[in-house]
């Protein structure tokens, strides 16, 4: 067994089109004491979101830079867990498929705010702009400090795979512009709900959760060439504020695959 240590160097690149990245850069290192990973640092990119543009921006940047936050240390303790259990490998719940992460986001939620519940229904016989009953993945009612008002907070979860090969990078930009035109649909009907329960305020939130993976060797995009990606497809009549988390990985380990490895995680967070 063996103990993976990290030693952290931040780089600040100066970018003029998205500011200035914080690159982390890993040396990873073994020594003979257990097998654990440490837990990996959330790196923030909020160029592009203007808090001043939204009725309580404030407040929604906080609610997404503490909800990724908190998605990101539970998937963690999970892995911890499974460490602990010396089951062995690697299991890491953010690498799962969509279903499978409900149950970290909504502990995540229930982190911030207890007011919560999932697969919340709309009925379309009490709402004309409805053509169809809806489900939203999760609803909460969430205040910043003890003395500020509520906010409802009506949140879509999707979760994306980009293969980040060399030979499949042509084909990133195409899935995912699929996956965020779906996302951006499911917000704007949330929108046409217009339920302002207890005359608070609704903010509808749209996460895609994006798992970079690559074949040794292959690799081609980074997590900043996606975010790059993200920004030249976003629809900035509708997209127009958005931030992304990331947690990236040590190159040396290896994640749920025998044959591919995971290069990063990123949740693009968006209000529609």
């Known amino acids: 067994m063996y103990m993976l240590s990290v030693n952290l160097f931040i780089i600040a690149i100066d970018k003029p089109r998205f500011g200035t990245e914080i690159c982390y850069r890993l040396i990873v290192r073994y020594n003979k004491l257990g097998g654990r990973m440490n837990k990996p640092r959330v790196l923030f990119n909020e160029d592009n979101f203007n808090s001043d543009s939204i009725a309580d921006g404030r407040i929604v940047k906080n609610f997404l830079k503490k909800l990724t936050s908190e998605v990101y240390s539970i998937s963690y303790k999970y892995y911890s867990a499974y460490q602990d259990m010396a089951i062995g490998g690697f299991e890491y719940p953010l690498l799962h498929k969509e279903r499978n992460l409900y149950s970290i986001y909504a502990t995540a939620i229930n982190k911030l705010s207890a007011v919560h519940l999932s ?26 400090g003890i003395t500020g008002k509520p906010t409802n907070f009506f949140i879509e979860l999707k979760c994306g795979w980009y293969c980040l090969n060399r030979s499949a990078s042509g084909n990133i930009q195409k899935r995912v512009q699929s996956k965020l035109s779906s996302l951006v649909s499911q917000l704007r009907t949330l929108r046409a709900t217009n339920q302002k329960w207890d005359n608070h305020h609704d903010v509808n939130i749209g996460l895609m959760q994006i798992h970079g993976y690559y074949t040794k060797g292959k690799e081609s995009f980074t997590c900043l060439d ?10 900035k009549r509708t997209v127009k504020n958005y931030l992304v988390s990331t947690v990236r990985f040590p190159d040396k380990m290896e994640f749920q695959w025998d044959k591919n490895r995971c290069r990063f995680i990123s949740i693009f967070s968006t209000v529609v």
């Open 119 to 144: 697969e919340w229904g709309f009925n379309k016989n009490e709402n004309e702009d409805l053509n169809k009953n809806r489900r939203v993945d999760f609803f909460t009612k969430y205040r910043r």
């Open 226 to 235: 996606l975010a790059s990606c993200i920004h030249d497809i976003c629809d």
